[in-house]
């Protein structure tokens, strides 16, 4: 990978298009991106991380910040890459998600992330056969697309070309000292090891899977075992949990016990049955004995009752007969009674209805002769002729009725048509007067919604001002407090400096003692070079040695790194205050009262805005109720003329109908009242009814009279056939149906009773037990009782026993398959548990401890250590080694990631913890590198022609400084371009081809200076 060219507007502090030509500065090989901090070097490499993998590296990518704070609202944030990537050259333009401003009305919308890769192919034609213009051919315009392409092209992901091509020695120091856990979660994220971890955490799952299941069966088993040992009445075997084997013997025991009882019980219960059987039958005969003798003794007292009752018998026999020979006369004498009966009712009924007649008549005169049959058939006739006259007008009666009806409803609508009308004239003259009364209101509340919109905006405005004003506040409390450090520090630095200084003079004049110490017997002097030592000096009390000199070095550079991140502190919060102060303008207080008052504006104005949606529609719609008043209006006076008109021709109609009623209704009736010819229809109704029904019963009579004197002589003459002096006399005789044959019943029963008996008496089995000796029942019954129980107790004993084998073989059979699905799980769990172990770390084969995932990643750490190895001892003058061990380190649980660092020099290894400042940069940018080399390994042997460098140079001395270079100077072998990034001033004048980065209050710029 080599990068060409790289253009950048509106993304991070760079608001203006800036343009880095990266192919000048490759020609020198090596070259210096510099400037101040906070101006944007690290927003250089973020653009190019963002251009080929569309995300920026580190804590920056969390913030989703990427457009410039400085640019324009309408600038589009853009990032665009001319860079070869596998022999290929392409060009990447990309532009972040971002807030732009609406293109219509206010506010602000979202733009999507896009990108575009093009391929630059010179030479090509298009379908016509001509050059193209454009040599760049666009590939892809989609971030999936893109981001595959990428990756596969460059051979790495984004953590991974973070790591090879842009070295972050900060985040290198932090790995050094680490420890193994935090080791082991950055090199699994670049090493992609995260699939060992996972099989942890599936075998750790799986375990605990596993053992939750077999815990389910152990349950299961133990359910079953607790049912099988309350139904067979024995206890398990005591290891049964650790080996369920054992569970076999005891079942099998059980079953067979269960079986043996079983069989013995049911010799038991044929022995019970044959005895019940004997006791039942001697029972038996016993009682049917004695029943014999009880229907023989029952005999006896039945035939002296049966002569007791004989004469009654002989009674009942003549009564019967008499009832029968009546039976043949009492219909007719009944019918005689009935026609005169009869006979007796018409008369009553028929005066009955003349008298009613007389009365339903007017007043009569005394004088009047009664009225015969033949003047009550005239009254009937003149009444018919009456309601023929009466159903002939009924319907123009009720014509008549329905027109008064409807007149009256007409005369009702008219006035209610009239009085619609007032009340329509009087609101159409009062609709313009509203609508007038309410332009003046409408026409504010119009103008308070323009001005509420206007102060949103002043308020919105006035709003981020406060919150600036209250930022510089803060900020300049805390500038403060930052400059206080910055001055401690400096304080601090001084010192240890001045101490450092007196060492190194103490050092010097003691030097003759420091090299006497190193003189050996017989060795050369390496001042004056005599073998003879006659007086080395000796070292003053309380000398400094090299180690103190080191320890002072090494508090110098401890505290002129505080030093400068103080300074970067107060520089950044300096920026910031000016930038907040110019965005403010006035003090808190000022602008605390001004939002006030455009609050205050702001409210009346929304209050009287939220008027306008109702009187708009208010006076909408009083110019609709004023359209349809017209409308109602001249609706209403139609409808008006029509009532008037319908009105003249009911009324002529009316009386016509009136005139033709008055000729059938008697005087001083009114024609149009129902009730007056109900009245007169009831009347003639009654006379016609009465005058019928009067002719009906004398008819009636006549025919009763004669039926009553034939059949009275009819019955007499059937009553002395019979045998009785007259009908009356064989009605009194007579006996109901249920009486007659009661006393058949009762003559059957006595002469079956009489029979019975003598059969009984005469029966030789009831002869001889009555001879016989009575039988002791209750000894018997007693007997068979016992022999009974005892035979339902064998029964019930043999039955729980057979249940009990039932369900012991039905428990048997469930264990057995409860043991058969538990096994498999046991052995699983057994097996997951131990593999588990062993890659846990926990298992006592594991002497290291180490997980699978740190042993492998103890491989790759090896790996880089051996290749950071290879520059360490040029940079470090042959003195450090990188050490890696499988040993836990001091506090650690787990083993296989541990670093330490060895001093050839004298032969110990050393934490890293103790190394200096420029020696811990020195190791790790030989940890970063090696680690660089090992990824570019892992990813195919990928060609990176473009490398940078970032800061912690500024903690080297001259010589330490002078070894990195040389270091770097090597990463340029075979045309690879080395960028170092650096605000260190002796970088400035040992690298000529420089990309600067300045600052400013409107944002970054960069210039390029060539050597």
């Known amino acids: 990978m080599r990068l060409h060219h790289l253009e950048i507007v509106a993304f991070g502090p760079f608001a203006d298009p800036v343009s880095i ?159 193994s856990e935090e080791r082991h979660a950055l090199l699994q994220q670049v090493f992609q090891t995260g699939r060992f971890d996972r099989t942890e955490r599936w075998l750790r799952d799986r375990r605990v899977e596993l053992r939750r299941t077999s815990e389910e069966h152990r349950r299961a088993v133990a359910d079953l075992v607790s049912r099988t040992s309350e139904v067979g009445g024995d206890v398990p075997p005591d290891d049964w949990p650790t080996d369920p084997t054992s569970l076999g013997p005891w079942l099998t025991g059980l079953t067979e016990s269960a079986v043996a009882a079983s069989v013995e019980q049911a010799l038991v219960v044929d022995a019970a049955a044959a005895a019940e059987v004997a006791a039942a039958e001697a029972s038996a005969a016993g009682i049917e004995l004695a029943g014999l003798r009880a229907t023989h003794a029952a005999a006896r007292r039945a035939w002296a009752s049966v002569e007791a009752a004989a004469q009654e018998h002989a009674s009942r026999k003549r009564r019967a007969d008499k009832a029968q020979r009546a039976t043949a006369v009492v219909s007719l004498h009944e019918l005689a009674v009935a026609s005169r009966a009869e006979v007796a009712g018409l008369e009553r009924d028929c005066s009955a209805a003349l008298a009613t007649l007389v009365d339903l008549l007017d007043d009569p005169s005394p004088d009047d002769p009664p009225l015969d049959a033949q003047a009550v058939a005239e009254l009937g006739r003149a009444s018919t002729r009456a309601l023929t006259d009466i159903a002939r007008i009924r319907p123009l009666q009720r014509q008549a009725l329905d027109l008064h009806r409807q007149l009256a409803r007409t005369t009702r609508a008219r006035s209610a048509t009239v009085e619609e009308l007032q009340r329509v004239d009087a609101r ?158 006035e003090s808190v207080e000022r602008l605390l009262v001004e939002e006030s008052d455009v609050l205050a504006r702001l409210d009346g104005a929304r209050a009287a805005g939220a008027t306008l949606e109702p009187l708009v529609a208010r006076v909408a719609a009083l110019r609709a109720e004023q359209d349809a008043l017209v409308s109602e209006r001249e609706d209403l006076a139609a409808a008006l003329g029509a009532h008037d008109t319908e009105s003249a021709v009911l009324v002529s109609r009316l009386d016509d109908l009136r005139d033709q009623i008055a000729a059938v209704v008697p005087d001083g009736a009114d024609g149009t009242d129902p009730a007056d010819l109900d009245a007169l229809t009831a009347h003639h109704q009654q006379v016609e009814a009465l005058a019928q029904r009067h002719a009906d019963l004398s008819a009636d009579l006549v025919r009763a009279r004669a039926t009553a004197t034939s059949t009275q002589a009819a019955a007499d003459e059937v009553a002395a056939t019979a045998g009785f002096d007259s009908s009356a006399s064989a009605a009194a005789a007579w006996l109901g149906e249920a009486e007659v044959a009661a006393l058949l019943h009762a003559i059957e029963r006595h002469e079956r009773e009489v029979a019975r008996v003598s059969e009984l008496l005469a029966d030789e089995d009831l002869v001889r037990s009555a001879g016989a000796e009575p039988p002791d029942l209750e000894a018997l019954a007693h007997a068979h009782h016992h022999a009974k129980e005892r035979a339902a107790a064998a029964r019930q004993r043999d039955m729980g026993l057979r249940d009990r084998g039932r369900r012991l073989r039905s428990l048997s059979g469930e264990m057995t398959a409860a043991l058969a699905a538990w096994q498999p799980v046991l052995s699983e769990l057994d097996l997951v548990t131990d593999v588990a172990a062993m890659v846990e770390g926990k298992h006592a084969d594991n002497r290291l401890q180490m997980r699978l995932s740190a042993y492998v990643l103890a491989h790759r750490l090896g790996q880089v250590v051996d290749a950071a190895n290879l520059r360490l001892s040029t940079m470090s003058d042959q003195r450090y080694t990188l050490v890696h061990t499988g040993q836990r380190g001091a506090g650690e649980t787990r083993g296989g990631l541990s670093l330490q660092v060895r001093d050839d020099w004298t032969g110990d290894d050393r934490d890293p913890a103790t190394l200096s400042g420029g020696e811990t940069f020195v190791v790790s940018l030989a940890l970063a590198l090696g680690l660089a080399d090992v990824i570019t390994d892992e990813a195919g042997g990928t060609d990176l022609e473009t490398l940078f460098v970032d800061e912690g140079f500024g903690a080297l001395d001259a010589e330490t400084l002078e070894g990195v270079m040389d270091t770097l100077d090597t990463l340029r072998d075979g045309g690879r371009v080395v960028g170092v990034v650096s605000h260190v001033p002796e970088l400035q004048t040992r690298i000529p081809t420089q990309l600067r980065v300045h600052r400013g209050r409107t944002g970054s710029h960069t210039t390029l200076s060539l050597a």
């Not at 990518?61 to 665009?80: E, I, N, Q, Y």
């Not at 391929?119 to 981001?147: F, I, K, M, N, Y």
């Not at 400096?497 to 190194?504: A, D, F, H, K, P």
């Not at 007086?535 to 080191?550: H, I, L, N, V």
């Open 428 to 585: 159409a003259g009062a609709v313009p007067r509203e609508v007038a009364e309410l332009e003046p209101a409408l026409a504010a509340a119009r103008e308070a919604e323009t001005a509420t919109e206007a102060l949103e905006r002043d308020l919105e405005v006035l709003r981020r001002r406060v919150r600036a004003a209250r930022t510089a506040e803060t900020l300049t409390s805390q500038l403060a407090s930052a400059e206080n450090a910055l001055a401690e520090a400096t304080s601090a630095r001084l010192l240890a400096r001045e101490t450092l200084v007196e060492i190194r003079e103490q050092r010097l004049d003691g030097m003759a003692a420091e090299i006497a110490l190193k003189l050996a017997v017989g060795a050369c002097c390496p001042v004056c070079g005599s073998a003879e030592h006659p007086s080395p000096a000796s070292p003053a009390p309380g000398a400094p040695d090299d180690a103190t000199e080191r320890e002072a070095r090494r508090e110098v550079d401890d505290l002129e790194v505080v030093v400068e991140a103080h300074a970067q502190q107060v520089r950044g919060l300096e920026t910031r205050l000016a930038a907040t102060l110019a965005e403010a303008g």
């Open 21 to 179: 030509d990266f192919d000048s500065l490759s020609d020198a090989g090596l070259f210096l991106l510099s400037g101040p901090t906070g101006a944007g070097k690290s927003s250089v490499l973020d653009a190019v991380c963002f251009a080929l993998y569309g995300d920026v590296p580190g804590d920056r990518a969390v913030a989703k910040r990427l457009r410039s704070d400085h640019a324009a609202p309408g600038v589009v944030p853009r990032v665009v890459l001319e860079v070869t990537l596998s022999g290929r050259r392409f060009r990447i333009d990309r532009s972040p998600a971002w807030i732009r401003p609406k293109k219509r009305g206010t506010g602000t919308t979202s733009e999507q992330a896009r990108v575009v890769i093009s391929e630059h192919r010179p030479g090509t034609t298009d379908d016509a056969g001509d050059p193209d213009q454009d040599p760049w051919q666009p590939l892809s315009t989609r971030l999936d697309e893109t981001g595959h392409l990428v990756t596969r092209l460059v051979g790495m992901t984004l953590p991974q070309f973070c790591q090879v091509a842009m070295l972050p020695q900060g985040r290198f120091q932090a790995f050094l000292r680490a420890r």
